[in-house]
């Protein structure tokens, strides 16, 4: 989990104060930010379309493809994974949180006490406690952002992933696979050569499982094609009526705004 950092030794309320401002100026320094910055960017420039280079790179990596008993080095898909899973960290900070928790319950419970002494040390720290309430709201505020763009990038992070395996996937389908040769030493091949390996007595079971596989594929192409037609017509009906609405403003007649039918846009 890594070394949390104690916060700085307080001894009264304005130590405190001061402990909590040091601790917002690190996690809020420029070097922070500028680092923060340039991996959401580098998430954002992932290519919608990416290049045979960064396909062959993702197809070897040692960590992404580990159940295909890849060797190579290290592909630049992982490295972005490891910048926001470091951010994430950078920006979690749990002592800060424990703290203006335990802060807030206090305060809490001494003005459900309501006692003489109470109010008296409330009334003499009321700026000072305003001014930590204030600093804790923008931390809070601060945090919360930074948590929602790094959720959204790991999003897309997922989906570029998910692209290049699909690239993987088909690039295995087109290899070739072959039989085994009578007294071959299979125990030499490596575990990759040994997948592309087709031994006489695995053929009618290789051959059923592949066909149970097509199968499944084209009914999710079947699927994500209905899916992908049910999107364009939501898309087109909202486009007419947005130009009926215009017309109708225009002219000031009346033109019907009864929805289509999502699948033959036919009213």
């Not at 594929?217 to 898309?235: E, F, I, V, W």
Request: glycine share 2%.
């Amino acid at each position: 989990f890594g070394v949390i950092r104690p916060l700085s030794n307080f001894y009264n309320v304005d130590g405190l104060e001061l402990a909590l401002k040091h601790r917002y100026d690190d996690m809020n320094d420029s070097k922070r930010r500028k680092k923060f910055i340039l991996c959401i960017q580098s998430v954002e420039k992932l290519p919608l379309q990416p290049s045979s280079k960064e396909i062959l790179e993702n197809s070897v990596c040692h960590i992404c493809r580990k159940d295909w008993f890849q060797v190579g080095p290290k592909c630049r898909h992982c490295v972005l994974e490891e910048n926001l899973d470091k951010l994430d960290k950078q920006f979690r900070d749990p002592v800060v949180t424990c703290v203006l928790k335990t802060l807030v319950k206090w305060l809490r419970d001494k003005m459900l006490r309501n006692t003489l002494m109470e109010a008296s040390f409330m009334l003499d720290h009321r700026q000072l406690l305003s001014s930590i309430e204030n600093e804790a709201n923008q931390y809070f505020k601060f945090y919360a952002a930074a948590q929602k763009e790094l959720v959204k990038a790991k999003a897309m992070w997922k989906i570029h992933f998910d692209l290049l395996s699909d690239y993987d996937e088909l690039n295995a389908c087109r290899s070739t696979m072959r039989l085994s040769r009578p007294k071959e030493d299979v125990s030499a091949l490596t575990e990759q050569e040994l997948n592309s390996v087709v031994f006489p007595n695995d053929i009618n079971t290789l051959s059923m499982e592949h066909t149970a596989k097509q199968t499944m594929a084209l009914g999710q192409l079947r699927r994500n094609k209905d899916t992908l037609r049910y999107l364009q017509n939501q898309s087109k009906e909202r486009k007419l009526l947005a130009v009926n609405r215009k017309k109708q403003k225009e002219c000031g007649t009346e033109i019907s705004d009864e929805p289509t039918c999502v699948v033959c846009l036919s009213p």
